[in-house]
């Protein structure tokens, strides 16, 4: 089956700690992005990727950083210095961000937790 | 900077009833529109996308109209059934796939 899959389901930090998110996609799509999802808050986002080895910074990136080495795979590490990281975190791809009219494919989500 | 509202936050409806979703933006500028659907703990589901240049976009049950000139747009999801209790977000696209989200409309279809 095609799609994406973010792993694990759900991740706790520790004070002090990075953690890294995964995101895998086998839809052969050149756009990638993280999104943050707060209890009744709209989707923000943190950094897409619109091809191997290019990221920019979305709208909410201060204590997260990416990379995108290659085109399946898009991890998002949240570092220490991100004070409010208990979030649902939303992984989500398209076949190019340059086209105007392609639509958004979402995986299952991370929901990450501070111990 | 693009503002999205969905109103109402939150409705119930009995099974059967026709449901009314709103969603408003700030900024005309937009590429298109889509409706997703988001289940508890899950991730999102593309419903509709709405090109600028179009009016509405059916799918099954499911009906979205734009009017980007007024920064509205309507989902329509015909004869409830208690399947479609979930989560509804708008989003619009204002460049390179960057998409500004509503909160969202929760709705619980009543059996």
């Known amino acids: 089956d095609g799609g994406i899959t973010q792993s694990p389901k759900y991740l706790f930090r520790k004070e002090g700690q990075n953690v890294t998110l995964s995101c895998e996609q086998n839809?052969?799509?050149?756009?990638m992005y993280w999104y943050r999802q707060d209890p009744g808050q709209g989707l923000r986002l943190i950094y897409y990727?619109?091809?191997?080895?290019?990221?920019q910074k979305g709208d909410i990136a201060e204590g997260y950083s990416v990379s995108r080495e290659k085109k399946e795979s898009f991890p998002l590490t949240v570092t220490s210095a991100q004070k409010n990281p208990t979030a649902f975190y939303l992984c989500?791809?398209?076949?190019?961000?340059?086209?105007?009219?392609?639509?958004?494919?979402f995986g299952s989500g991370t929901q990450l937790s501070v111990l | 900077k693009q503002e999205v509202t969905q109103i109402p936050a939150a409705l119930s409806v009995p099974e059967g009833e026709n449901l009314v979703l709103n969603c408003s933006f700030t900024?005309?500028?937009?590429?298109?529109l889509q409706w997703f659907r988001q289940d508890p703990g899950k991730g999102l589901t593309s419903l509709l996308l709405i090109q600028s240049s179009q009016r509405e976009q059916t799918s099954g049950r499911l009906n979205a109209s734009l009017d980007k000139s007024s920064g509205r747009s309507t989902l329509y999801i015909a004869a409830s059934q208690p399947g479609d209790s979930a989560t509804y977000l708008c989003?619009?696209?204002?460049?390179?796939?960057?998409?500004?989200f509503g909160k969202g409309n929760q709705v619980v279809v009543i059996p």
């Open positions: 900024d005309s500028a937009i590429y298109n």
């Open positions: 989500a791809s398209s076949i190019e961000s340059g086209r105007v009219n392609e639509k958004l494919f």
């Open positions: 989003a619009v696209n204002y460049g390179n796939n960057r998409l500004a």
């Open positions: 839809l052969n799509h050149d756009a």
């Open positions: 990727s619109q091809i191997v080895n290019d990221f």
